[in-house]
C-alpha cells in the first residue's frame, strides 16, 4: 500500500490516530457544472467548499446535515461518480482521482456503498444469489468456493438460503437491504460508504439493520463512512460525527462530545431536533 | 407460464367478440346511405329499397350481424364490396401487401434506428451528440407525417428526380429483370419508409432514450459500477436488458399500424395499401370493406398485445417464476 501525504491538513482531534487511514479527504471542493444548449455556456453550482476529514480503519465516521447539503455527492465523488473541483480523496493511500481508472478499477472492489433505497438498490433482473455472487466476480473463486462463500454471506446477514432464487420484488425491505449489504460484503470491502441506510425502513427493521451493521463492523474490522441526517442513528453508529451545513463542516469531533457539547447552534438545534422526533418515536 | 398463456388466449377471443361487435353496430348506425352512392337523392324510394334489399340493409340489424358473423367465422367470407362488387376478402388481401411492405420496413427501420440511437444518446447525456440527435428527432416527432412526406417529395422527387413521387412500381415494372424489379420496388419504397420510419424512429428514440437514462441511474447500476463491473458489461447487459423490456409493449401497440396502414402516407405516395382502401369505402359508404378493415386493425391490436405478453413472458424471468 502507498502511504499517502503526511503533510495534510487534518481535522485537529485526528492527529493523534494512525498516519495510514483508510480514506482521507482533503481540501474537497465540489459542484455541478451544467452546459446550455449545445454547450455555448454553462451553469455552475458549488455545492461543497473545501472539507477535510479522514477514517481510520475500523472507525465509523458519520457525515450528518440536512437534506441537499452535499452529503451524498461527497459519496459520489469518493465512489469516483463526482469529480471534484478541487482537493484530494486518498483511498487505500491512492489518489483515486488521479490514477487511472484500470488502476481504479482494481480498488475499486474494497469501496462499497449501500444506498438507502434497496428496492432499486438491486437488478430487478437478477435472482438474489446472482446479485450477491456478481459481488464476487473480481475473486475469480471457482463456482463450490463461490457457493460456499455465498452461503456465509447469507448466514452472516442472517438470511434464509431458502430465498437465493427469489427475486427482490418478492422480498420484504428488511431482506432486501440485508440482501445489499451481503452484496458489498462479497467483495471484501475496507470501506463501506452507507448512504442513509436507514431511511426506507420502518423502525423495527431498522433497528435490526443496525445491529446487523454493528455486528459486521466489528466481525470484518470494517471502516464505514454514514451518511444521514439523523444524529440518533450517527449516535448508534458513528465513532465520529462531521456535521455539515451550507457545503462546509460546522462541527465535527468524537461522537459523545457532539451530542453533549456541540460548539455550534445549528449541530444543537439537530440534536434538539432528534430528540424530539425520538420522544415521539 | 402455459396457464397464463391460455387464460390470455380465452381474454383474446372474447375480446375479439365483443370489439367486432362494436365496430359492427357503429358503422351500421353512422350517418350516410350506401344507396345514395348509385342513385340520385331525388331518385324513386322503390329504386332506393331494391339497392339497400340488394346489400341486404333492409333487414333488422341483429340479422344481418348474425349473417355477417356466421359467414366471416365460418368460411372467412367478409361479403361482396357494394361499391366495386368484388369479393372484400380479396380486396383487403390485394391491398395488404403493399401496406404491409410499406408499414414493416418502416416500423423495423423505426425500431432499429430509434433504439440505437435513443441508447447512444442516453450514454452521452447532455452532450452535443445528445442534444443535437434530440432536438432532430423531436422535429421528426412534432411533424404530420404527410408534411414530412411532402418536403421529401419536393427534394428527392421533384428537386433533385432521385427517385419517383408515387406508385409501388413503374409503369414498364413488367418487363424489367428480376433484380431490375427489385430495385425498382426499393427506389419506390425509400421515401413513403422513410418518412414514416423517422416518425416511427422519434418515438422508439424517446422511450428507449429515457428507459436507458433510467436504468443508467439506477442505485443498481451505481452499484455494479462501484463494484467495478466494465462500462460495457453495465450498458449492455444491465441498463439495456432493464430498459428494453417496456419497448416491448411499445411495439405490441404498434402492431396495429402495420395493418390500418398508414393512411396519409399511402395518399401522398399514391400507394395502393389498406389505408387508401379504408378512405374509399368510408367515403362511399362501404360497409364491407369498412368492417373487415376495421375488424383487420382491432385483430392486430389485439394479437399485438398478446404477443407482447408472450414475449414479456419469454425475455423477463421475473414473470417466468411469478
Not at chain 1, 54 to 73: F, M
Not at chain 2, 123 to 135: E, G, H
Not at chain 2, 217 to 234: K, M, V
Amino acid at each position: 500500500m502507498v502511504s499517502i501525504k503526511s503533510n495534510l491538513n487534518l481535522e485537529p482531534e485526528m492527529n493523534h490516530l494512525s498516519a495510514n487511514p483508510i480514506l482521507q479527504v482533503e481540501n474537497l471542493t465540489l459542484g455541478y457544472r451544467r452546459s446550455a444548449w449545445f454547450g455555448t455556456s454553462s451553469r455552475q453550482q458549488l455545492i461543497i467548499r473545501d472539507i477535510s476529514f479522514a477514517i481510520q480503519p475500523n472507525e465509523t465516521v458519520a457525515l450528518v446535515g440536512q437534506s441537499g447539503v452535499g452529503k451524498t455527492s461527497i459519496a459520489n465523488s469518493i465512489l469516483r461518480f463526482l469529480k471534484p473541483w478541487h482537493g484530494n480523496i486518498y483511498f487505500l493511500g491512492q489518489n483515486i482521482w488521479q490514477i487511472p481508472a484500470s488502476r481504479f478499477r482494481l480498488i475499486r472492489p474494497r469501496l462499497q456503498p449501500i444506498f438507502q433505497d434497496s428496492a432499486t438498490a438491486l437488478n430487478p433482473m437478477m435472482t438474489i444469489d446472482q446479485a450477491i455472487m456478481d459481488g464476487m466476480k473480481h475473486l475469480k473463486l471457482s463456482h463450490a468456493e463461490a457457493q460456499q462463500r455465498l452461503n456465509e454471506l447469507l448466514q452472516m446477514v442472517e438470511l434464509e438460503p431458502a430465498l437465493c432464487n427469489h427475486y427482490p420484488r418478492q422480498l420484504s425491505g428488511g431482506q432486501r437491504q440485508r440482501v445489499v449489504i451481503a452484496r458489498a460484503l462479497a467483495t471484501e470491502p475496507s470501506l463501506l460508504i452507507l448512504d442513509e441506510p436507514l431511511s426506507a425502513l420502518d423502525l423495527v427493521t431498522a433497528v435490526q439493520i443496525i445491529d446487523l451493521l454493528r455486528s459486521m463492523r466489528q466481525r470484518l474490522n470494517l471502516s464505514c463512512l454514514l451518511i444521514t441526517h439523523d444524529l440518533m442513528l450517527a449516535q448508534q453508529l458513528a465513532d465520529r460525527i462531521i456535521v455539515l451545513k451550507d457545503g462546509v463542516v460546522i462541527d465535527s469531533g468524537p461522537t459523545q462530545q457532539i451530542l453533549t457539547n456541540p460548539s455550534h447552534h445549528f449541530t444543537r438545534q439537530l440534536i434538539h431536533a432528534a430528540g424530539i422526533l425520538n420522544r415521539k418515536t | 407460464m402455459i396457464k397464463r398463456l391460455i387464460s390470455r388466449l380465452i381474454e383474446f377471443i372474447v375480446v375479439l367478440f365483443i370489439g367486432v361487435t362494436i365496430i359492427f353496430i357503429i358503422i351500421h348506425l353512422a350517418p350516410g346511405d350506401p344507396s345514395l352512392q348509385f342513385c340520385s337523392p331525388t331518385a324513386p324510394l322503390e329504386q332506393r329499397e331494391l339497392l339497400m334489399h340488394r346489400f341486404g340493409l333492409d333487414q333488422p340489424l341483429w340479422k344481418q350481424y348474425t349473417i355477417w358473423l356466421k359467414n366471416a367465422v365460418i368460411q372467412f367470407d367478409f361479403g361482396i364490396s357494394f361499391f366495386s362488387g368484388k369479393q372484400v376478402g380479396k380486396m383487403v388481401r390485394q391491398a395488404l401487401s403493399p401496406t404491409l411492405l410499406l408499414t414493416g420496413l418502416a416500423l423495423l427501420f423505426g425500431i432499429l434506428a430509434g433504439v440505437f440511437l435513443g441508447i447512444q444518446a442516453a450514454i452521452r447525456q447532455n452532450k452535443f451528440f445528445d442534444r443535437f440527435v434530440t432536438t432532430i428527432m423531436f422535429a421528426f416527432y412534432s411533424m404530420p407525417s404527410f408534411w414530412l412526406g411532402l418536403i421529401l417529395l419536393q427534394i428527392f422527387a421533384v428537386q433533385l428526380n432521385w427517385l419517383p413521387s408515387s406508385q409501388l412500381v413503374s409503369v414498364f415494372h413488367e418487363q424489367f429483370s428480376c433484380g431490375a424489379r427489385l430495385w425498382d420496388y426499393c427506389r419506390h419504397l425509400i421515401l413513403p419508409v422513410s418518412t414514416l420510419g423517422l416518425i416511427f424512429a422519434a418515438s422508439f428514440y424517446r422511450y428507449s432514450r429515457n428507459a436507458m437514462l433510467t436504468a443508467l441511474s439506477s442505485e443498481y447500476i451505481l452499484a455494479a459500477q462501484a463494484r467495478g463491473t466494465p462500462r460495457n458489461h453495465l450498458i449492455y447487459r444491465y441498463a439495456l436488458g432493464n430498459s428494453l423490456l417496456p419497448l416491448i409493449s411499445l411495439v405490441g401497440t404498434s402492431l396495429p399500424v402495420l395493418f390500418s396502414g398508414a393512411l396519409m402516407i399511402e395518399v401522398v405516395f399514391g400507394l395502393p395499401g389498406l389505408g387508401r382502401l379504408m378512405t374509399d369505402a368510408v367515403l362511399t359508404r362501404d360497409y364491407p370493406v369498412i368492417v373487415a378493415a376495421a375488424l383487420l386493425s382491432f385483430f392486430a391490436a389485439i394479437i399485438g398485445n398478446l404477443m407482447a405478453d408472450i414475449i414479456y413472458l419469454i425475455v423477463d424471468p421475473r414473470l417466468r417464476h411469478s
